[in-house]
């Protein structure tokens, strides 16, 4: 079935490091990408997505882009702040069957230090 | 528009007390989702509904039940609670099935705790 891996946590960095956070899917067929992220005491909001191999989604600085070919969409950000402080989370939807489902990796812990 | 909210923010059970958690959208969504989020294991879907009148199992059903009461509310019930169940529950929201957009929309979770 589909399933989503991404790297353990945490990951502690000093303000205006480079962050990756990895990201490794299984799927059939031609699945989304999504990465959520969890400020604390709060839900899951969409960061970004791609929907189709190459694509390249980015917001707030973060970019993934689909890699088909190693099945990965690894997060990135050129200089993280300390609001970027959070957990964030990989996740994927497929098609056929359930389309509706997201399945998510377990979450990555960022913590950003001033 | 409030987004999906969620009732209680924080409950206490003992085990064998039941208990409902409330969620409701207002942003006309048809599908509408219950997840637990337990540490080191990401989000585990529950239940979910593609559409008002339809529900199906998710991941981990087993000691939950779930009404979709209209399009806008889904609740979600535990009739007999167990120290398993404790954990945060997130409700979330989706436009439409089958579109291309997927993007789900979440309430800001029920943390519970069962003695």
């Known amino acids: 079935g589909n399933s989503v891996t991404q790297m353990e946590g945490p990951v502690t960095l000093s303000e205006e490091a480079f962050l990756t956070i990895n990201c490794t899917y299984t799927a059939t067929g031609y699945p989304s990408l999504f990465w959520y992220v969890q400020y604390p005491g709060e839900g899951l909001q969409l960061l970004l997505k791609a929907t189709k191999a190459d694509d390249k989604g980015s917001n707030k600085g973060f970019e993934a882009t689909y890699r088909k070919e190693t099945t990965s969409f690894h997060l990135e950000k050129g200089s993280v702040q300390v609001s970027d402080s959070a957990v964030y989370f990989c996740?994927?939807?497929?098609?056929?069957?359930?389309?509706?489902?997201?399945?998510f990796g377990t979450g990555t812990l960022l913590a950003v230090q001033p | 528009n409030a987004g999906v909210t969620q009732t209680p923010k924080f409950q206490v059970l003992k085990t064998g007390q039941s208990m409902t958690l409330q969620c409701a959208q207002d942003m006309n969504h048809n599908s509408m989702y219950w997840y637990r989020q337990d540490p080191g294991m990401g989000l585990r879907l529950i239940y979910y509904?593609?559409?008002?009148?339809?529900?199906d199992k998710g991941e981990v059903p087993n000691g939950y039940n779930v009404s979709r009461l209209n399009k806008r509310e889904f609740s979600l019930r535990l009739e007999s609670a167990a120290p398993s169940q404790t954990s945060v529950y997130f409700c979330?929201?989706?436009?439409?099935?089958?579109?291309?957009?997927?993007?789900?929309?979440f309430g800001p979770g029920t943390r519970l705790t069962v003695t």
């Open positions: 979330a929201s989706r436009e439409l099935a089958g579109r291309s957009s997927h993007e789900q929309y």
């Open positions: 509904s593609a559409s008002e009148g339809t529900t």
């Open positions: 996740a994927l939807t497929g098609y056929g069957g359930a389309t509706n489902k997201l399945i």
